[in-house]
């Protein structure tokens, strides 16, 4: 009961109320009233499941519902609707399940399916409906569902109590197997049957495991057949007719055929399966054809794939190992092979002449398939340099020398016809390999002899370049490195040195007829090497503007000199050439025993820095912090040699109880 007072009159009369009572009881309804309107609302919901209109209007019947739960019915109205729902799932689909799984005319998935669209439609129809009592009964009532929650259940638990659970999930790892074997299918209806099963809750728990299961033994059988029956590699005109015709398959046909496959797999997701579905199904479909025959695949054909160059089929291997977390097996290859094709180039010394061409071919063979085909992958590109390290290095002293040689060919006049860019891009090129090489002294050593020699000979093409040769090895490897050779390249007057030199040779033997080495010597002033190099272009070259006795090719201190009254020449002006000293043995010998020298002296440096700071050490800790100070390779028998030289010199000493432990003294 409520009350409202009405505003006072205008003329000022007595204020009057507004009484409103409720009725003392309900109107009282006939007696068969709920039995009446729950038949005709059954009936309704028999003629929404017939595909049929309803005997009374739509509002009519909501009215009855409404009705129905205001009279304290709503229970018996959820209880009618959960047993139509029940009766009519059970009927619908026992009917389907009594089919064969294929008719004439229409599949049990189709059949499914259909039913499926029209339940759906018919649950929602029959909720308007009843959404009085789905907001209010429903809604309010902790126990029980909705009442499209309501209807799922009943066809939920129809497919739990049955075998046709089974049996569809069975018909639709049927059809997906059929669709892989190149068929076509009815994708509408698996889709429809993988929305009737998310929407039960069926998805997740058993059609999603049982097709993943599914897919695991069919790729794991093809996986199988594939493998057993690999060929060699076949060219790609083979390779093509070959997948043609579904036969056997070398590796880089059976990469391409896993990445097929991987598209298929993802495209049969957009079609009929869940999103969630797909990480687990690529991942199961990778695991299958590539995790379990990674060191099969490697073995069989990654040397020959290298070897032919086959940058988009290398590319797709490392993509396809990177999605299944093998990079660690593709490292272990890709390092083995750069180490054995480099230890072959190496250990064959018939290579020497041309070991350097070989290499930088090699390098940038696989710097290619670095960048095109392996991304620069951090790990790759630290293998290369790794690997390329340990087997350039596995003969001590020749890259140093090598490389060496090489710069200086590059250098020498006999390049001109070479473009500056291009042989700067070679210089690029040389110091890529001068980085793996560990005896950079002696390269430096190598280096500045022949630097000498252009100078000396007039054989350098460019002093830019020189330069510029320079300031690379001193970026690589600091201004320490290079000292002497810009001091070199700071001292030109040694060539004009070299001119005057012959002038005054050729001078002073036409005052006097006959002069001996050792006199040419003396009032020259000009050592062994060089002395012979100018009378050896003077008495044995082109020119010959002095005599020499005897008439022998090489220069030797007892010979003697005279100048040649009879040399004539057309030209005002001529140029002698200097023959060049032809490099020895001995020259080479002397180059690596100075720098051997030069290393014992920086071993006993280190050997005194690390004592003077540690003043107790044992040897194997001593040998490791002198290996990770010195940038060139030294054995365990030298560093042992150097140690008893310093303990001789009393720099330190061993311990009277431990042998292997040595003391410093200050």
């Known amino acids: 009961m409520w009350t409202s007072k009405r505003p006072a009159s205008p ?18 309804i006939p007696p068969t009233y709920k039995t009446d309107t729950l038949e005709r609302l059954r009936s309704a919901v028999h003629a929404i499941q017939q595909n049929q209109s309803t005997p009374q209007g739509l509002e009519e019947l909501y009215r009855d519902c409404e009705s129905l739960c205001l009279h304290n019915f709503a229970s018996e109205v959820y209880s009618m609707l959960r047993t139509e729902f029940v009766r009519y799932t059970q009927q619908c689909l026992s009917h389907i399940d009594s089919q064969p799984d294929v008719s004439a005319t229409s599949s049990v998935l ?86 009737m099963f998310v929407d039960l809750g069926l998805y997740s728990q058993f059609l999603q495991p049982s097709f993943i299961e599914a897919t695991k033994e069919y790729y794991q059988k093809e996986s199988l057949r594939a493998i057993s029956s690999m060929v060699p590699i076949l060219q790609s005109t083979e390779r093509r007719a070959e997948m043609k015709s579904s036969g056997p398959m070398d590796v880089p046909g059976y990469l391409a055929h896993v990445q097929r496959r991987l598209d298929e797999e993802s495209q049969r997701v957009t079609h009929y399966l869940m999103p969630s579905t797909r990480s687990i199904l690529l991942a199961t479909t990778l695991t299958e054809l590539i995790e379990r025959h990674v060191e099969k695949l490697l073995a069989s054909s990654f040397d020959a794939m290298v070897d032919a160059d086959m940058i ?94 090489q710069v200086d060919y590059y250098l020498r006049s006999t390049s001109k016809h070479v473009v500056e860019q291009d042989l700067i891009n070679m210089l690029d090129r040389i110091i890529a390999l001068f980085r793996f090489i560990q005896g950079k002294d002696l390269f430096e050593a190598y280096y500045r002899r022949d630097l000498a ?20 090895l001193k970026t690589e490897c600091g201004a320490g490195y290079t ?11 040694i060539s004009e040195e070299l001119d005057m030199s012959d002038q005054q040779t050729t001078q002073q033997q036409s005052k006097e007829d006959e002069l001996t080495y050792m006199q040419i010597q003396q009032q020259t002033g000009l050592e062994d090497v060089e002395l012979q190099r100018v009378l050896q272009s003077l008495a044995c070259g082109k020119f010959r503007v002095l005599i020499k006795e005897p008439k022998t090719r090489n220069v030797n201190t007892t010979d003697k000199f005279e100048f040649n009254a009879k040399f004539k020449s057309p030209h005002v002006r001529i140029k002698i050439s200097q023959i060049a000293v032809k490099e020895v043995e001995t020259d080479n010998n002397e180059i690596e025993e100075h720098v051997h020298l030069d290393r014992m002296y920086r071993v006993d440096a ?61």
């Open 312 to 405: 988009s089929d290398l590319g797709l291997l490392y993509s396809l190992l990177l999605q299944v977390s093998q990079l660690d097996a593709l490292q272990q290859s890709w390092g083995a092979y750069i180490r054995k094709t480099g230890l072959c180039l190496m250990q064959t010394p018939d290579l020497d002449a041309v070991l350097v061409d070989r290499l930088l071919e090699l390098k940038k063979k696989l710097d290619t398939i670095l960048q095109d085909a392996f991304q620069n992958n951090a790990r790759l590109v630290s293998t290369l340099q790794s690997a390329f390290e340990t087997f350039i290095n596995t003969r001590r002293n020749k890259p140093a020398q090598l490389i060496a040689r």
């Open 606 to 666: 280190a050997l005194v820095r690390v004592m003077k700071a540690r003043k107790t050490i044992e040897h194997s800790a001593l040998s490791s912090e002198l290996l990770g100070q010195l940038d060139f390779v030294i054995s365990a028998t030298e560093i042992k040699d150097r140690i008893e030289t310093m303990i001789d010199r009393d720099y330190l000493r061993r311990d009277d109880a431990d042998a292997s432990t040595y003391h410093y003294i200050a």
């Open 11 to 28: 003329i000022g009369g007595p204020q009057k109320k507004l009484v409103i009572k409720g009725l003392q009881s309900l109107p009282t």
């Open 483 to 493: 000292d002497r050779l810009e001091g070199m390249l700071r001292d030109m007057t």
């Open 110 to 195: 189709e059949q499914v399916r259909r039913f499926w669209e029209d339940y759906t439609q018919q649950l929602s129809m029959i909720r308007c409906i009843f959404l009085y009592l789905d907001r209010t009964y429903a809604l309010n009532t902790a126990s029980i569902e909705s009442l499209w929650a309501l209807g799922l259940s009943a066809l939920r638990q129809h497919l739990a109590n049955t075998n046709m659970k089974s049996r569809l999930i069975r018909l639709f790892i049927g059809e997906t197997i059929k669709e892989r074997n190149g068929q076509t299918i009815d994708s509408l209806s698996l889709a429809s049957i993988c929305k």
């Open 453 to 472: 020699k252009r100078f000396l000979g007039n054989r350098n093409t460019d002093m830019d370049v020189e330069r510029l040769m320079v300031q690379k």
